[in-house]
């Protein structure tokens, strides 16, 4: 028997912290789970946080396209129940 634990949950919410701006409209088209927030008070950059909840395979796939779009990934994070 198999008593191994999964390190990721089936389903979980991730930050996703990223350099420069991106198009809501683009976002919402991949999911329909993301939440936006913007925070410009921390840096002297552009910073999109992004939230997400999805599977381990949802994350990377979005990771991948916004990858493709030249965006810079600062900062991935699961973030804990409490948190969300």
Not at 25 to 33: D, P
Request: net charge negative; no cysteine.
């Amino acid at each position: 028997m198999n008593n191994m634990q999964p390190i990721f949950d089936p389903t979980t919410h991730y930050q996703i912290e990223l350099k420069g701006r991106i198009n809501e409209q683009w976002l919402q088209s991949f999911s329909s789970s993301l939440e936006i927030i913007a925070d410009d008070s921390r840096h002297e950059e552009d910073i999109t946080i992004l939230i997400v909840y999805t599977d381990q395979s949802g994350v990377i796939g979005l990771l991948r396209s916004l990858h493709g779009l030249g965006m810079t990934i600062l900062q991935l994070q699961i973030m804990r129940r409490k948190e969300v």
